[in-house]
């Protein structure tokens, strides 16, 4: 079982991740709702591992390969698929605004395990940012990840 803080932040990614019959629990490995700044910690300890996992097993490829975008030549990065942290929930299921000078409060959401880090070229990474991509990407993603058993 996963606990969201908030049981509309549970229904926004049941319906992002979920395929017809899925529980959201099928996708508990992709979350973590710790402190972002240690897992980004814990992130940096790890990346490199990563890194060369993601290249022994699938080659130089990027993960996400966004149209017209996409140039695995501009240097690699590793992505959290859910975004350690993200504003977008506040912003669009509670319509919270920021306060003079600082940004809308964000959430801990995605985890540093494997089932949620990606290779990405960094023009793609650097596009994606800490955004929550569309059902339609995160299916594709997914769909070759989980396919293979990565």
Not at 116 to 121: A, E, F, G, R, Y
């Amino acid at each position: 079982m996963i606990k969201f803080e908030n049981p509309e932040d549970g229904k926004y990614f049941s319906q992002l991740l979920c395929k017809r019959g899925e529980r959201i629990s099928k996708y508990k490995l992709l979350f973590d709702f710790c402190d972002p700044s240690i897992k980004r910690k814990e992130f940096n300890k790890i990346r490199n591992s990563i890194v060369t996992r993601f290249l022994k097993l699938n080659g130089l490829v990027c993960g996400i390969a966004f149209d017209k975008i996409c140039d695995i030549n501009s240097g690699i990065n590793i992505d959290h698929i859910i975004p350690l942290s993200t504003n977008k929930l506040n912003k669009e299921l509670r319509n919270m605004n920021s306060l003079k000078g600082k940004k809308v409060k964000t959430q801990s959401f995605g985890s540093n395990n494997i089932k949620n880090l990606i290779l990405t070229c960094r023009k793609c990474n650097a596009h994606k940012k800490h955004k929550i991509l569309t059902k339609r990407e995160i299916r594709k993603i997914l769909n070759k990840k989980f396919i293979t058993g990565k």
